[in-house]
T-cell receptor, first 112, second 112 residues
Framework: GENVEQHPSTLSVQEGDSAVIKCTYSDSASNYFPWYKQELGKGPQLIIDIRSNVGEKKDQRIAVTLNKTAKHFSLHITETQPEDSAVYFCAAVDQGAQKLVFGQGTRLTINP | NAGVMQNPRHLVRRRGQEARLRCSPMKGHSHVYWYRQLPEEGLKFMVYLQKENIIDESGMPKERFSAEFPKEGPSILRIQQVVRGDSAAYFC??????????FGSGTQLSVL
């Protein structure tokens, strides 16, 4: 089945700087890659997703890139703000099992 | 349009008791997923259900755990004879297309 690895586990950046979180996946048949943001005491919230037929997708300050050959995808947050502080999870669809497999999460802290 | 509703938000049980966690999917969603999250860890898949059918229960322990999604009413995750190791946050998610999952706020189960 699918296996998703996520790095780094913690990330601290200055407000206004950019943050990048990287994930790798194992199943070359996976074709859908969402990113979730989880704030303390809340459920994960879908913030952006990408399908394997595109290499990049952008939504205001966040963007996701996908390299199918290398089987890795990344989340980029520009002009970070304090409210971006949260745990971020990447995921990939396990085609065979029809379920999302999550990475281990990255705790992002934005320092004012 | 209400989101995914989970209740209770917090559930305290003594060892040996039963825990029942409820999940009402978003309107129009026929796919329900249950995930478990331990502190400082990622989301671990437990079970995937459609109305009246269990599609994939590969992540659910064979004993004491069961799940259902009846024709009418919410999805139920049931844990019999709870043990301390069952303490975790349990998240339900729903979708229309098996990919774009929307999560509830979770149930925090504490076993004394």
């Amino acid at each position: 089945g699918e296996n998703v690895e996520q790095h780094p586990s913690t990330l601290s950046v200055q407000e206004g700087d950019s943050a990048v979180i990287k994930c790798t996946y194992s199943d070359s048949a996976s074709n859908y890659f969402p990113w979730y943001k989880q704030e303390l005491g809340k459920g994960p919230q879908l913030i952006i997703d990408i399908r394997s037929n595109v290499g990049e997708k952008k939504d205001q300050r966040i963007a996701v890139t996908l390299n199918k050959t290398a089987k890795h995808f990344s989340l980029h947050i520009t002009e970070t703000q304090p409210e971006d502080s949260a745990v971020y999870f990447c995921a990939a669809v396990d085609q065979g099992a029809q379920k999302l497999v999550f990475g281990q999460g990255t705790r992002l802290t934005i320092n004012p | 349009n209400a989101g995914v509703m989970q209740n209770p938000r917090h559930l305290v049980r003594r060892r040996g008791q039963e825990a029942r966690l409820r999940c009402s999917p978003m309107k129009g969603h026929s796919h329900v997923y249950w995930y478990r999250q331990l502190p400082e860890e990622g989301l671990k898949f437990m079970v995937y259900l459609q109305k009246e059918n269990i599609i994939d229960e590969s992540g659910m322990p064979k004993e004491r755990f069961s799940a259902e999604f009846p024709k009418e009413g919410p999805s139920i995750l049931r844990i019999q004879q709870v043990v301390r190791g069952d303490s975790a946050a349990y998240f339900c998610a729903s979708s229309t297309e098996r990919e774009k999952l929307f999560f509830g706020s979770g149930t925090q189960l504490s076993v004394l």
